[in-house]
T-cell receptor
């Protein structure tokens, strides 16, 4: 069956460091991958999208990589700040209207 | 521009009761979705509506029904609530441009409805 894995354990990093979050998938050939941010008590908010033929995408302090051979996406936040503390979700879609979400990784940036 | 709105924000039901969760979007989007989010399970798709007049089952449709009332509104109904339906429910919408590649578009989520079934 199709499966998406994100590190379920919280990631704690020091302010100013680079946070790296991982999204792995199996039995899947996604056309694209998205990353969302979710704060407690709120709905997810879109951050970045990367297509299957793209290796890397950047937006300000955010960077996403997509390796379809390894079936993995990495999400980086450089110069992290306490305000970056949240849960980050990855989502895949194989080429349909349906989206498959990972369970999310909780990031805590320590001041 | 309110985006995606959901009502109610919080609800407590007894087993066997019914209720309808309301969702509306003011972005003129064609596609709308209902998800549930449970600890350790992530967001799971219940139903979606690719366009006005169509609905399709997602990953976990059992125990739910939906109605795409018009382009703006997409409701989720629990006919006979069960404790297993205790969850946070999110509605989302997507532009869904005709002739475009739907999977390239992002989703916009509502604030969620927290449902507790006793």
């Amino acid at each position: 069956s199709q499966k998406i894995e994100q590190n379920s354990e919280a990631l704690n990093i020091q302010e100013g460091k680079t946070a790296t979050l991982t999204c792995n998938y199996t039995n899947y050939s996604p056309a694209y991958l998205q990353w969302y941010r979710q704060d407690p008590g709120r709905g997810p908010v879109f951050l970045l999208l990367i297509r299957e033929n793209e290796k890397e995408k950047r937006k300000e302090r955010l960077k996403v990589t997509f390796d379809t051979t390894l079936k993995q996406s990495l999400f980086h936040i450089t110069a992290s700040q306490p305000a970056d503390s949240a849960t980050y979700l990855c989502a895949l879609s194989p080429r349909t209207y349906k989206y498959i979400f990972g369970t999310g990784t909780r990031l805590k940036v320590l001041a | 521009n309110a985006g995606v709105t959901q009502t109610p924000k919080f609800q407590v039901l007894k087993t066997g009761q019914s209720m309808t969760l309301q969702c509306a979007q003011d972005m003129n989007h064609n596609s709308m979705y209902w998800y549930r989010q449970d600890p350790g399970m992530g967001l799971r798709l219940i139903y979606y509506s690719a366009s006005e007049g169509t609905t399709d089952k997602g990953e976990v449709p059992n125990g739910y029904n939906v109605s795409r009332l018009n382009k703006r509104e997409f409701s989720l109904r629990l006919e006979s609530a069960a404790p297993s339906q205790t969850s946070v429910y999110f509605c989302a919408s997507r532009k869904g441009t005709s002739g475009g590649l739907p999977y390239q578009e992002t989703q916009y989520f509502g604030p969620g409805t927290r449902l507790l079934v006793l």
